[in-house]
């Protein structure tokens, strides 16, 4: 999750986008799925859902780099830890959201998430 208003204001005023992204609460995560039960991460179907009506299907195929890649590339430069999250970015489609609001996402064949929008006051910058 991202808030907009919070990331265009910071970038009017040439300030990091970090806080628009780092709410505990945006990045919902579903339960630890063990490497042995994704037996091919270069073909998985990704989806997200808002109040069932799809907004977001993408492919892992159609990655720049695919996920073998990443891991290597990201471990050269950092040490990962088993459950660590490497995230890659998102489908297109991405839109608005408002309280009250259900997202359902999932990844075909792993597992799906689902969890209700709520409102949050954020601090000024």
């Known amino acids: 999750m991202t808030a907009r208003d919070l990331q265009d204001e910071a970038k009017s005023k040439g ?13 919902a995560l579903g339960e630890f799925v063990p490497k042995d039960k994704v037996p091919q991460t270069n073909n998985l179907g990704i989806w ?12 892992t195929k159609d990655m720049i ?25 998102t489908p297109s489609g991405v839109g608005p959201v408002k309280a009250g609001q259900v997202i359902t996402a ?5 597992g799906n998430i689902e969890f209700e929008v709520i409102n949050r006051v954020y601090p000024k910058l």
């Not at 859902?49 to 977001?56: F, P, T």
């Not at 088993?82 to 970015?89: E, F, R, V």
């Not at 999932?106 to 792993?110: A, D, W």
């Open 15 to 27: 300030l990091p986008w970090t806080e628009a992204k780092g709410y505990d609460t945006f990045c």
């Open 48 to 59: 997200l859902k808002v109040d069932g009506v799809e907004k977001q299907h993408g492919n």
């Open 65 to 89: 780099f695919n996920v073998p890649f990443l891991v290597s590339y990201v471990s050269g430069i950092m040490t990962l830890e088993p459950g660590d999250i490497i995230l890659t970015g």
């Open 106 to 110: 999932g990844i075909e064949s792993v």
